[in-house]
């Protein structure tokens, strides 16, 4: 089974903190992705990475940074955490080519003070 | 406009009978469609992928894809109360995967 680790599930940070997630695969996926879901707006793209050390912005990239140093791991950024960053962030994994289904880690709450 | 919309609900339903959700899609390069499923305070799990127009079916689940229209549409027969969950609506173009809103039904036992 594939399996994508969020390592933080549930965090309170506060406000002008820098805030790291981490997200793990282990099935040698070539993309990955930072969701982020709020209530009535569903799960909206922030960043994703098709390759180590790639990296292109989604729908709502500002705020927030992205590394991927490993194929493995891909880390999400907030370099100082404010209060509407507070969410439930998803990070996914895929293989190389499009229209292979998703698998999604089991989400990090986020609570910024 | 948003490239995923779906119908907003919530959607209640008797147990047992049939439940509808619709989406539609705004980008016409779009290469496949799932569906995926979200209890309460969980990650979303596939339900059910289509890629060609027409029906697909899964158990109690069909998709149908028209891609003229740009619509999706999800079938739930003989709901159960277990069925009771968010439902999203997902369009894959190139290497990005982008979410309806969801559709959070309800299933009456």
């Known amino acids: 089974d594939v399996k994508v680790t969020q390592s933080s599930r549930y965090l309170v940070k506060r406000t002008g903190e820098k805030v790291f997630l981490e997200c793990v695969q282990d099935m040698d996926h070539e993309n990955m992705f930072w969701y982020r879901q709020d209530p009535g707006l569903g799960l909206r793209l922030i960043y994703f990475?098709?390759?180590?050390?790639?990296?292109e912005k989604g729908d709502i990239p500002e705020g927030y940074s992205v590394s991927r140093e490993k194929k493995e791991r891909f880390s999400l950024i907030l370099e100082s955490a404010s209060t509407n960053q507070t969410s439930m962030y998803l990070c996914?994994?895929?293989?190389?080519?499009?229209?292979?289904?998703?698998?999604f880690g089991e989400g990090s709450w986020l609570t910024v003070v | 406009q948003k490239e995923v919309e779906q119908n907003s609900g919530p959607l209640s339903v008797p147990e047992g009978a049939i439940a509808s959700l619709n989406c539609t899609y705004s980008?016409?390069?779009?290469?496949?469609f799932f569906w995926y499923r979200q209890y309460s305070g969980k990650s979303p799990e596939l339900i059910m992928f289509?890629?060609?127009?027409g029906d697909k079916e899964d158990g109690r689940f069909t998709a149908q894809l028209n891609k003229a229209s740009q619509y999706v549409s999800l079938l739930i027969r003989d709901s159960q109360p277990s069925d009771s969950a968010t439902y999203l609506c997902?369009?894959?173009?190139?290497?990005?995967?982008?979410f309806g809103a969801g559709t959070t039904v309800t299933v009456r036992a």
């Open positions: 990475s098709y390759d180590v050390k790639m990296k």
């Open positions: 996914a994994s895929t293989p190389g080519s499009p229209g292979n289904t998703i698998y």
């Open positions: 980008d016409r390069g779009s290469q496949s």
């Open positions: 997902a369009v894959n173009v190139d290497y990005k995967l982008s």
């Open positions: 289509i890629y060609s127009n």
